[in-house]
């Protein structure tokens, strides 16, 4: 039985789910190559798939206040119809889910917990008719996830995030470069938090000013953003774990993006086993959570069992043929070499930057070894080096180790799953030096847990760079330049062309491309 999920509105996407487990999941950025567009889910889902006609269910996962869709962003009549007609055909229907009970399924049915305290945090939206929210609470128990509390909407930290980072910090917060505030938060580690009243009160103007002044102020504001959200949350949880004392933590939303917060999660409440982060925590896995919801809450089926975790590669997969036309679309500008992954090894070992696309690309904002540039993560030169001539960005902000998962607590303060770079950990004192391009300011990794059954290409390729090494880490930063991650051969070739990565190697094929001189 099929099930396609929908988000329509800005992070606009769809899903196809087949007896509960992903096929696919689209965002529409990574499609027209400019981010977060305004636009229907469910034509991009009609557009993508023009000869499927086996959907039986059709879920929303982000109803409006009103109840129906967003006509003003999405009320094209004949998607809407096309709809209706195939899901009656099929003897299914379509449903409307709820903006947290979405977020909230899509962390607890990707996760392998039976229970959990399941925590959004986001800039906000609608679950009950009468008022939105943007912090709430839910029980996961089995197949079913039940709402405990929807918090006021003025405790919205989303909009909080949102309203710094343009008023203050004057960055983008939207279509066509994306929200910066991952920027804002990487500013954080190099200042002190000596403004949290006045981002309290919300003095934007007198905060601006304060930023104006010079970088190391921008940082202290950025801190103290980051500080006076991390007291919020600590705050605000703190009666419901008192209160239900769960094992497990689940998080969506997309405050939930912010990995150095969560990393200090595990720190804040010792008695919590174990924490999960939803891979696709903002309203792009909306249309992945309405779909759960449907097909394990309201059909009734049973939790599936994921190997080490529900998987992340959900996008298409490209054929030889597709790499080679888009090679010969460049043919004048590229030499092409058919090369191993002991060989790719040895250039990253000679310092070299390796794009690398293989496989579905990645669900979600961050690349996880598909879609991904790796390099040496040993030298004290390379982060500079690709944030300046690479990824065109600030020098300060930081770049994440891959590491092979049996390695973490030997490197790392806390063992801790993370294959969706969802934490940031402290390295062992011992161990910074040895991996300086991957080590943040203050000592810290937002790292990705790579096992075999999550990544067999990609962890085999660190296992032999360990091998190599005695390192198993390697530098992994997203493959694109200020864009939406590469999602075709050709967008790959035209990144790579645009920058100084010195090779891409589309590993299915064992193809490896230079620029000719």
């Not at 696919?24 to 499609?31: A, M, S």
């Not at 449903?95 to 945090?121: K, P, R, V, W």
């Not at 792009?284 to 959570?289: F, R």
């Not at 036309?325 to 460049?330: K, R």
Request: glycine fraction near 8%.
């Amino acid at each position: 039985m099929k099930i396609v999920g929908f988000q329509s509105g800005h992070d606009v996407s769809y899903t196809i789910l087949e007896n509960g487990v992903p096929l696919i999941h689209e965002e529409l950025e990574r499609i027209i190559r400019l981010k977060e567009p305004l636009g229907d889910g469910l034509k991009m889902f009609f557009d993508q798939n023009p000869d499927m006609g086996d959907i039986k269910y059709f879920t929303l996962g982000n109803f409006g206040g009103s109840g129906g869709r967003w006509k003003s962003i999405c009320g094209i009549q004949k998607y809407q119809d096309k709809m209706n007609v195939m899901a009656a055909k099929n003897g299914g229907k379509y449903y409307e889910i709820g903006h947290h009970q979405s977020h909230a399924s899509n962390a607890f049915f990707s996760s392998n917990f039976d229970e959990a305290l399941i925590i959004t945090i986001d800039g906000g939206g609608w679950d009950d008719y009468s008022r939105p929210s943007a912090f709430t609470i839910w029980e996961g128990k089995d197949n079913k996830v039940t709402s405990i509390e929807l918090l006021p909407y003025s405790l919205c930290l989303g909009c909080l995030w949102v309203e710094c980072t343009e008023k203050i910090f004057e960055l983008s917060i939207g279509h066509p470069i994306g929200n910066q505030a991952g920027t804002v938060m990487g500013m954080a580690t190099l200042g002190e938090p000596k403004y949290v009243t006045d981002i309290k009160t919300k003095n934007y103007s007198k905060l601006r000013d304060i930023a104006n002044k010079s970088e190391q102020e921008r940082f202290n504001v950025a801190a103290s953003l980051q500080k006076y959200t991390e007291d919020i949350v600590r705050s605000t949880l703190i009666p419901f774990i008192e209160k239900y004392k769960p094992k497990k933590l689940c998080f969506s939303g997309g405050v939930s993006l912010n990995c150095v917060m969560m990393g200090k999660v595990f720190d804040w409440f010792p008695e919590i086993e174990d924490i999960y982060c939803d891979p696709v925590p903002y309203d792009g896995g909306l249309s992945l959570g309405s779909a759960r919801y449907v097909w394990h809450h309201i059909l009734d089926n049973p939790r599936i069992k994921w190997e080490d975790q529900s998987s992340s590669y959900l996008g298409k997969i490209y054929s030889k043929n597709d790499v080679l036309e888009a090679i010969n679309n460049h043919k004048d500008e590229c030499e092409v070499s058919y090369v191993n992954d002991a060989d790719v090894i040895e250039y990253l070992n000679e310092q070299k930057i390796i794009s690398v696309f293989g496989g579905g690309s990645e669900s979600g904002r961050r690349a996880l070894g598909n879609r991904s540039i790796l390099a040496d993560p040993r030298s004290e030169t390379m982060k500079d080096i690709i944030n300046e001539k690479v990824k065109h960005r600030q020098w300060f902000r930081p770049f994440a180790p891959s590491i092979l998962k049996e390695y973490v607590k030997d490197w790392f303060v806390r063992d801790v799953d993370s294959p969706y770079m969802s934490f940031v950990i402290k390295f062992k004192d011992e161990m910074k030096s040895k991996v300086a391009a991957v080590c943040h300011y203050d000592g810290t990794g937002r790292l990705q847990t790579v096992t075999e059954n999550n990544n067999k290409w990609y962890y085999n390729f660190i296992k032999l760079w360990y091998n190599k090494t005695n390192v198993p880490i390697l530098l992994n930063t997203s493959f694109n330049d200020r864009e939406p991650i590469v999602e075709t051969p050709e967008n790959a070739i035209n990144c790579f062309l645009g920058t100084n990565i010195d090779y891409l190697y589309f590993y299915d094929y064992g193809i490896l491309i230079k620029k000719n001189k």
